[in-house]
Structures are given as C-alpha cells and as structure tokens.
C-alpha cells in the first residue's frame, strides 16, 4: 500500500491575503483556486519542491475565526525545509516576513521560527545532510 499526506487545512481569514503571502512571500505555487459557491474556494498552495500542499480554508463562523492562528496551540505548526538556509532566510527577511528568532544551528539543522500573517508559527530549516 502507497500512502502520503497530501492536504494540510489551514483556516484563514480571506483566501486572497492568505494566497498573496503564501505565494508571494514565501514563493509558493499556486496549485489550485476553484470556486464552490458564492463565497466558498478550494484553494491549494504548495512550495515549489513538492510535498504535501495546504489547503487554505476561509473561515466559516466565530469558532473557526477564533481558531485562526492557534490551530497547534502556539506550537511549531508546520516545518519548511529548504536546500540553502541562507537564501531562503534572506528572501523570506526581504519580503517581509516575521522572523521571531535569530537563525540557530541545531544538531538537526539550521532553523528560525517565523509567522505568517495570521499568527501560525512556521520553522524555516535546512536539514543536516544525512551521513
């Protein structure tokens, strides 16, 4: 049997500011925007070198509004690795993005924790290459 994590939910606020960071900022792929009715979308952004994609989910009510951003608790949400630390780092830092830490070097990799634009907390890591 073949399996794999494909989608990750994400609960946002509005699709276009969510898809403006996703693939702006960060450079993700926009992988799909089909619209489902009147102010619903199924919309899947993914980073350009695979992997599971998320699926950006407007928030629908006061309970998912209020889930926005705290959806693993005020813990890492979600760990994007990369081929070259520095670049990225830069890249991110130059397009806005909010680093809440200087870059560290762990015995797993370099990493900084950054936030999207709606509070979920995201590590940037650059894997120690395996021996």
Request: aromatic share 10%; hydrophobic share 40%.
């Given at each position: ?20 960071f ?37 928030a629908?009510?006061?309970g ?68």
């Amino acid at each position: 049997m073949t399996q794999r994590l494909a989608l990750v939910t994400l609960v946002v606020p509005d699709y276009d500011e969510a898809i403006d960071f996703y693939c702006t900022a960060l450079g993700f792929d926009l992988v799909e925007d089909t619209q489902l009715g009147a102010s619903k979308r199924w919309v899947r952004v993914a980073p350009p070198g695979g992997g599971a994609a998320l699926l950006l989910a407007k928030a629908d009510g006061p309970g998912q509004t209020a889930a926005i951003g705290k959806q693993t608790g005020g813990r890492v949400a979600f760990f994007l690795e990369t081929d070259d630390f520095a670049r990225d780092h830069e890249r991110f830092r130059r397009a806005g993005v909010g680093f809440v830490e200087q870059p560290r070097h762990e015995p797993y990799g370099t990493v900084a924790v950054f936030t999207d634009p709606f509070g979920n907390r995201w590590d940037l890591i650059e894997p120690k290459p395996a021996l």
